[in-house]
């Protein structure tokens, strides 16, 4: 590092910062991303400041026609962002002053990088948040498809990973379907939240000159107006602890879809096989088609934590108001955000592409011990108590797993045995359809109720303008 200013140092210090010290302060590295934010930042701030009578106008258009050639020139390559200028702000500042010269000295005027960099990173997470709020719904329209496809396709659900009942698989497709809908909201939620500039909170004091803060707010599109208090807008990271949340979760949720196509792929399950294009082989084993894509969906899930743990350990126990140590919410911010990106560009081709063995799963579902409990609800609506249902048919499966066949293959002697009630006429109610089918409460499997969840969701998609 040669003898540059670092950031914002100016003519109070006579020499550069320690080389070390200023690899540890440069941010160049990661807030490039912040670029385009903070040219928009600039000239909204440049524009506000020529109609308060701060700055002449002609010096506003140069600085905003300045910006965006600054912008232009680091965004093809032709300029690189400099460590020793500390950060993109001082870097597109720098060079701004260096293109348009004296009027570049004043788009400064009334602002800090604190409210500056606040202003950028809230610009730069809602844009985040509602690209992920997109790509959540092309998920949800990947998942909408194979239920409607699956609507009465069953299989075994499972409680403890043990076979439980008979459900379809539309309605476990759904299931991630709910999931993505609640984070969705969160997302949505957490930009509108965002939507309050922090433009104008000075360092951390606001400002003596007579700027207009409603106005870069609407400028910059921030539909709630200015913040209300300037020492929380520059210290607030909130709105990226809020991201990260959502995508921690919505991780969770694809690390639980990404561990059952692992699951049931397996040779073991064979329930489904996944596309060729989301699989990759082995560099020994010349038979292996592994889930890589499935795999990372789950292992994503431990990185999109850690950035929600970083960010919460990053601002607990500052001090009010702005602290260096905010520079470090960036990373984990856009490591949210990019994350889940990349995991969601994955899902519709993903799940467009998953080729279920309807035939194994039905196998899987005729398990008649699946349908002991639709046969104690059998007896429940014959008049039987359920405790006394429940009574019989655990005294029916003892019986069939001592003569080790299926509660199927039970004889009519056998069932009257156990109880008066198990008259054969009962033991329909083991037919996996027909169980599945009885069970077609608000919520439940049954493939008209799936249906139904279908068509709900489809008329949520198409309201949004997709074609599910
Ligand atoms: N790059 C800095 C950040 O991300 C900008 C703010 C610098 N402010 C300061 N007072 N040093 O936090």
Redesign the pocket.
């Known amino acids: 590092m040669t003898g540059k200013p670092s950031?914002?140092r100016g003519a109070r210090f006579a020499g550069a910062m320690d080389p070390a010290a200023a690899t540890l302060n440069a941010?160049v590295h990661f807030?490039h991303r912040l670029l385009r934010d903070d040219v928009r930042g600039s000239q909204a701030h440049a524009r506000m400041l020529a109609a308060a009578g701060l700055i002449a106008a002609a010096d506003a258009d140069a600085i905003v026609s300045g910006l965006e050639r600054v912008a232009v020139e680091f965004e093809s390559g032709a300029r690189v962002l400099d460590p020793a200028l500390?950060?993109?702000?001082?870097n597109v500042e720098s060079r701004l002053i260096e293109l348009i010269g004296e009027a570049g000295r004043r788009l400064h005027t009334a602002r800090?990088?604190?409210d500056?960099?606040a202003t950028d990173?809230k610009l730069y997470a809602r844009r985040g948040a509602l690209e992920i709020v997109a790509a959540i719904d092309l998920a949800r329209v990947a998942l909408c498809r194979q239920a409607r496809a699956h609507a009465a396709t069953l299989l075994p659900g499972y409680t403890h990973l043990q076979r439980a009942q008979v459900v379809t698989l539309g309605h476990h497709l759904l299931a991630y379907a709910e999931m993505l809908g609640r984070d969705r909201g969160r997302f949505v939620d957490a930009e509108r939240r965002a939507a309050e500039s922090p433009l104008g909170s000075g360092?951390l004091a606001g400002t003596g000159l007579p700027i207009d803060r409603a106005h870069t707010a609407a400028t910059l599109g921030f539909l709630r107006g200015p913040t209300h208090n300037s020492l929380d807008a520059v210290s607030d990271r909130d709105f990226a602890a809020e991201i990260a949340f959502a995508s921690a979760l919505l991780a969770v949720h694809l690390s639980r879809l990404g561990e059952e196509l692992v699951l049931w792929s397996t040779t073991e399950f064979g329930f489904v096989r996944l596309g060729e294009g989301y699989c990759s082989g082995s560099s020994l084993m010349p038979q292996k088609r592994n889930p890589d894509i499935a795999e990372l969906l789950r292992g994503k899930s431990g990185r999109a934590i850690g950035d929600l743990v970083a960010l919460l350990t990053i601002s607990k126990g500052l001090t009010l108001a702005?602290n260096?140590d905010?520079?470090e919410?960036?990373e984990p911010l856009y490591d949210a955000i990019e994350t889940a990106q990349r995991s969601l560009a994955v899902l519709p081709g993903l799940v467009a592409a998953l080729e279920f063995d309807v035939a194994r799963m039905r196998a899987a579902a005729d398990d008649p011990a699946l349908g002991a409990t639709d046969l104690a609800e059998e007896l429940v609506r014959r008049g039987m108590p359920f405790r006394g249902a429940h009574e019989v048919i655990g005294k029916l499966v003892r019986r069939a797993e001592e003569k080790q066949v299926t509660l199927r293959d039970l004889s009519a002697e056998d069932l009257r045995a156990i109880d008066v009630a198990l008259s054969p006429d009962v033991m329909q109610a083991l037919d996996p359809s027909r169980a599945v089918a009885a069970r077609g409460v608000p919520g439940g499997p049954s493939p008209a109720m799936v249906l139904l969840e279908v068509a709900r969701l489809e008329a949520e998609l198409a309201a949004l303008g997709l074609a599910p």
């Open positions: 950031g914002g941010s807030d500390e950060d993109v702000h001082m800090s990088r604190n500056q960099v990173l360092a702005y260096k905010l520079q919410s960036q």
